[in-house]
Structure formats: C-alpha cells, structure tokens
C-alpha cells in the first residue's frame, strides 16, 4: 500500500521541453507539496496546497506551476526545461491541522534535462 | 526565513559505534521532526516531538526537543550498516511548513 506515489520515477528529457510529473496520496491528508532537492541533497519547498488551494508559493520560476484537482492529488507541470532544473522531485502530505504536522514523502522523481 | 544549522555535515563511523547527530536555529520551533534518507528513496519519517524537553526513542534512535525549543539532537546507539543514509532534521513553527536543515550523511563501516 503505497501512501505518497510519484510518476515517473525517472524522466529524461531535453531542454526547452514541457514534462509534467504526476502525485498521489492515499492517507486522506488534506495538505501535499512538492520539494525540491539539489545535488547537495539540500531539501527545498516550492509549493503547497490546502485542500485543492494554494497556500505556500516559494520563489520558483513561472515556468513551474502545480495544479490540484481534489485533494489526494498534486501535479507539476514545467514548462521550457533549463539544465538547472534536473534534480530530485519530491511530492509530501501531511495532515495540517496538526501544527507543524508530520510529512510523509513519495519516492521522489530524478529529473534530467540534456 | 527561519534556517536550521545541522551537524556534523557527515560522520563515518565503525558499526557498533553510537552516532549523536544535532540541529540548531536562532528561530523558536513548536515540532522538531527528524528524517532518513536512503539513495533513490524519499525521506522517512523517525521521529516526531512535540515538546519542549521531550525525549524520544525510536528503537535504537533516541531524540531530544531541546528546552529554549532552538535545538534538538538525534542519538543512534549500536549502529549497524543499514543505519547508512542522509539523516534530515526538520523544524515546524504553525501551520505545515517545515524548514529543514541541511542533513548528515552517516557512513557505517562493517
């Protein structure tokens, strides 16, 4: 029973390139995100959404935009890859009306763009 | 924004060593979670605490909400070689959002 599932695992893909990466959660938490992690492992939050509405919007190019059709699901769409955009994706949920709540992560999707 | 400094930046130990890991933040924090990382998985989710000097086990993983609620440390005791991977501390103030430190890479030598 996987809680946080991501699609794809891998994706390669050149630049200039429009990718969409896929996420889901079967835990009923009301609350997803997706991070960010570079090639120092650093773990960067982009987005978050709150039942299906935007609450946490980090400084990210417009070239990035997440779109939540219902609550267990939250998608990246990216636009015009660039090189610098090839890193680990990480999708998250948690249950927010637990202050500072637990985040579970999915098994995050290696991005590469050539 | 809030920034949390984790040490030490990577620790190779022998097993059976215990490992003492730790986060620090001049910003106050009302939850310290602490994560693993295995290469090519997400991080999991070890231990959560919720109070100000609240101890916490996990197995052989201890941790610690410290009492100012700007540090918090994680003690691995008889580490084995499954204990290898990047371990995450993450603070949470209200609300969802986690700041997390920079992570320590745990090698363990069999």
């Known amino acids: 029973d996987t809680a946080v599932s991501q699609t794809p695992k891998y994706l390669v893909t050149q630049m200039g390139n429009d990718k969409s990466i896929k996420c889901e959660q079967n835990l009923g938490h009301d609350t997803m995100y997706w991070y960010k992690q570079d090639s120092k492992k650093f773990l960067k939050i982009m987005f978050s959404?709150?039942?299906?509405?935007?609450?946490i919007n980090e400084t990210v190019p417009n070239r990035f935009s997440p779109k939540s059709p219902d609550k267990a699901h939250l998608n990246l769409h990216i636009n015009s890859l660039e090189l610098g955009d090839s890193a680990v994706y990480f999708c998250?949920?948690?249950?927010?009306?637990?202050?500072?709540?637990?985040?579970?992560f999915g098994p995050g999707t290696r991005l590469t763009v050539t | 924004g809030q920034q949390l400094n984790q040490s030490p930046q990577s620790m190779f130990i022998q097993e059976g060593e215990d490992v003492s890991m730790n986060c620090t933040s001049s910003?106050?924090?009302?939850?310290w979670l602490w994560y693993k990382q295995d290469p090519g998985e997400g991080p999991v989710l070890l231990i959560a605490l919720y109070k100000a000097g609240e101890l916490t086990s996990n197995g052989r993983l201890t941790a610690q909400f410290g009492i100012t609620r700007k540090d918090s440390f994680l003690n691995i005791s008889a580490s084995i070689p499954s204990d290898v991977g990047i371990y995450f501390c993450a603070g949470g103030t209200s609300g969802s959002r986690l700041t997390f430190g920079e992570g320590t890479q745990l090698t363990v030598n069999p």
């Open positions: 959404y709150n039942n299906k509405e935007l609450i």
């Open positions: 998250a949920s948690s249950q927010v009306r637990l202050a500072g709540g637990k985040q579970y």
């Open positions: 910003s106050i924090f009302n939850t």
